[in-house]
């Protein structure tokens, strides 16, 4: 099985320094590979390079992009991304802990639960494991909510969303929130602490027009659900954003619009429709056109 990892270094190190520390984690020297440098003195030099080392069974390739200011400059990196492969879940999650361990004795970050990465990692344990990890994602998200100022939660495993969304400390600031992959069923009621947004983008497979129903977001000007699966959304699903000028449905399962929808949202001016089945139904993008001569509808 392998394992996606990321690291973030607080401040930019020595790649001599992550190689001291990976060869301390396996206890033996490790194996550097780099590419062909790229840049010029004006713009500084970049390369492609990777760490080669194996901890008993689980075998650890480390990339990066080596920054350097002059040709002959101390490479130095940024931010890490850790392949982790092994056949046995003990073993990968041991190793994965002392990892952490010796990159945060360097000053790295382990970010890897609020990335798509930690999904196959969930995938892989036991229902004990994977719900104690479920946890910890939560609790990840919920330590860096709490001095944002956006939200971008791309979160299939985050098993208390409202927890999360009642942590942000400066909801009444925030302007922008992404939510994606995070289970959406029903509406959170912590959403509600998020009165200022102005773009809301919402990507998951369950959702539903009705989610929107009663939700008052009055400075509301770009709503994006792409790739998402509300067959119709109607006047009342989009009542409470009397400022909405833009909505992106693309690749999204959307068969109607309401064209009473234009009675509360009066300045809508461009809906993205391509490869959803209201793009492919000409009577009815007619019918709208008819309906909504302002409005351009997007379609491909």
Same mark, same amino acid.
């Given at each position: 099985?392998?394992?996606?990892?990321?690291?973030?270094?607080?401040?930019?190190?020595?790649?001599?320094?992550?190689?001291?520390?990976?060869?301390?984690?396996?206890?033996?020297?490790?194996?550097?590979?780099?590419?062909?440098?790229?840049?010029?003195?004006?713009?500084?030099?970049?390369?492609?390079?990777?760490?080669?080392?194996?901890?008993?069974?689980?075998?650890?390739?480390?990339?990066?992009?080596?920054?350097?200011?002059?040709?002959?400059?101390?490479?130095?990196?940024?931010?890490?991304?850790?392949?982790?492969?092994?056949?046995?879940?003990?073993?990968?999650?041991?190793?994965?802990?002392?990892?952490?361990?010796?990159?945060?004795?360097?000053?790295?970050?382990?970010?890897?639960?609020?990335?798509?990465?930690?999904?196959?990692?969930?995938?892989?344990?036991?229902?004990?494991?994977?719900?104690?990890?479920?946890?910890?994602?939560?609790?990840?998200?919920?330590?860096?909510?709490?001095?944002?100022?956006?939200?971008?939660?791309?979160?299939?495993?985050?098993?208390?969303?409202?927890?999360?969304?009642?942590?942000?400390?400066?909801?009444?600031?925030?302007?922008?929130?992404?939510?994606?992959?995070?289970?959406?069923?029903? =509406?959170?009621?912590? @959403? %509600?602490? !998020? +009165? *200022? #947004?102005?773009?809301?983008? /919402?990507?998951?497979?369950?959702?539903?027009?009705?989610?929107?129903?009663?939700?008052?977001?009055?400075?509301?000007?770009?709503?994006?659900?792409?790739?998402?699966?509300?067959?119709?959304? =109607?006047?009342?699903? @989009? %009542?409470? !954003? +009397? *400022? #909405?000028?833009?909505?992106? /449905?693309?690749?999204?399962?959307?068969?109607?619009?309401?064209?009473?929808?234009?009675?509360?949202?009066?300045?809508?001016?461009?809906?993205?429709?391509?490869?959803?089945?209201?793009?492919?139904?000409?009577?009815? @993008?007619?019918?709208?056109?008819?309906?909504?001569?302002?409005?351009?509808?997007?379609?491909?």
């Amino acid at each position: 099985m392998d394992w996606s990892l990321s690291f973030t270094c607080a401040t930019s190190m020595p790649t001599a320094r992550c190689e001291q520390a990976l060869s301390a984690f396996a206890g033996a020297p490790v194996t550097t590979d780099r590419g062909e440098l790229d840049g010029n003195p004006r713009d500084n030099y970049a390369r492609s390079a990777s760490i080669r080392c194996q901890r008993g069974d689980v075998q650890v390739a480390v990339s990066f992009t080596e920054h350097l200011t002059y040709v002959t400059s101390e490479p130095t990196i940024t931010e890490l991304d850790v392949r982790l492969s092994g056949t046995s879940v003990a073993a990968m999650l041991d190793a994965w802990t002392t990892l952490r361990e010796a990159l945060g004795a360097i000053g790295c970050v382990d970010r890897t639960l609020r990335t798509r990465g930690v999904v196959r990692i969930v995938k892989s344990l036991d229902a004990e494991r994977a719900a104690r990890l479920r946890e910890d994602i939560t609790a990840a998200y919920v330590e860096t909510a709490r001095t944002a100022t956006s939200v971008l939660l791309v979160a299939p495993y985050v098993d208390d969303l409202d927890r999360v969304l009642a942590a942000y400390e400066r909801a009444a600031e925030i302007k922008s929130m992404t939510l994606e992959d995070c289970g959406l069923r029903t =509406r959170p009621p912590a @959403l %509600a602490r !998020f +009165p *200022n #947004l102005e773009s809301l983008t /919402l990507i998951d497979q369950g959702i539903d027009g009705d989610l929107l129903r009663g939700l008052a977001l009055p400075r509301l000007g770009i709503l994006s659900m792409p790739g998402s699966s509300p067959h119709h959304l =109607r006047r009342d699903d @989009l %009542a409470g !954003f +009397p *400022n #909405l000028g833009l909505m992106f /449905l693309q690749s999204s399962r959307l068969r109607e619009l309401d064209p009473a929808i234009l009675d509360v949202c009066p300045r809508l001016s461009r809906v993205q429709l391509d490869h959803t089945p209201l793009a492919r139904d000409t009577a009815a @993008l007619d019918a709208l056109r008819a309906r909504w001569p302002t409005v351009s509808l997007d379609v491909t």
